[in-house]
């Protein structure tokens, strides 16, 4: 069973410009998360998809946002962008259910730097 | 305000000896703890888990020590081997892993050969 994908891996952008990153889960995974990790905060909650929905929302600011498609595949973006947003940003999958948080298989990643 | 916390960001440990990893926490809600192990360039691999009705939990080499009362938990590695050597980071749920993983800031685990 493959795991979760990202793409791109490594992206780099300049400040005020915006960024798209996607994410497809492992087969059959419904909800999908997205993390920030950086040296000083460690791993961030974004958000969460169920069902092209969003379940859950970290302490963000709004230029952070998120969807999901039908096929569950979801996709971030970052409008904006600043200096501070330089970062890994993770997916993690879980399984058919909501909330199933002890269940997250992570994605490699993507290395943002915003130059 | 960090609800999670490992205050040790680096821990180095000889090949064969006991590696101890520490994490507190803040929020009484908490009830679900998880360790993970990341690797540079991977993302983060679910290590092992704790619920709160339980005070242990062994999967192999790796044993979870939780401490309500303290709110402290640890994560014991033997022995430790060359390939543990990464980053361990500390997680916590609410309502049974229901709530989104509150993580701590990581610790760095050097074991050498």
């Known amino acids: 069973k493959a795991g979760v994908t990202q793409t791109p891996r490594y992206l780099i952008k300049t400040r005020g410009q915006q960024v798209t990153l996607s994410c497809s889960p492992i087969s059959g995974h419904r909800s999908v998360s997205w993390y920030q990790q950086t040296p000083g905060q460690g791993l961030q909650f974004l958000f969460e998809y169920f069902s092209e929905t969003q379940r859950n929302k970290g302490n963000f600011p709004g230029r952070f946002s998120g969807r999901q498609f039908s096929n569950s595949r979801s996709e971030m973006n970052v409008s904006t962008l600043e200096l501070g947003d330089s970062a890994l940003y993770l997916c993690?999958?879980?399984?058919?259910?909501?909330?199933?948080?002890?269940?997250?298989?992570f994605g490699p990643g993507t290395r943002l730097t915003v130059l | 305000d960090q609800q999670v916390k490992q205050n040790s960001p680096s821990l180095s440990v000889q090949e064969g000896r006991i590696s101890i990893l520490n994490c507190d926490y803040t929020?009484?809600?908490?009830?679900?703890f998880l360790w993970y192990k990341k690797y540079p360039a991977e993302g983060p691999t679910f290590l092992i888990s704790?619920?709160?009705?339980?005070d242990k939990n062994e999967d192999g080499r790796f044993t979870v020590f939780l401490n309500k009362s303290a709110k402290h938990l640890s994560l014991h590695i033997v022995p430790s081997q060359p390939g543990d050597s990464a980053v361990y980071f500390c997680a916590a749920s609410a309502y049974s892993g229901n709530t989104p993983l509150v993580f701590g800031k990581g610790t760095r685990l050097s074991v050498i050969a």
């Open positions: 704790i619920s709160s009705i339980k």
């Open positions: 929020n009484s809600m908490f009830d679900y």
């Open positions: 993690a999958s879980s399984k058919n259910r909501q909330g199933s948080y002890n269940e997250q298989f």
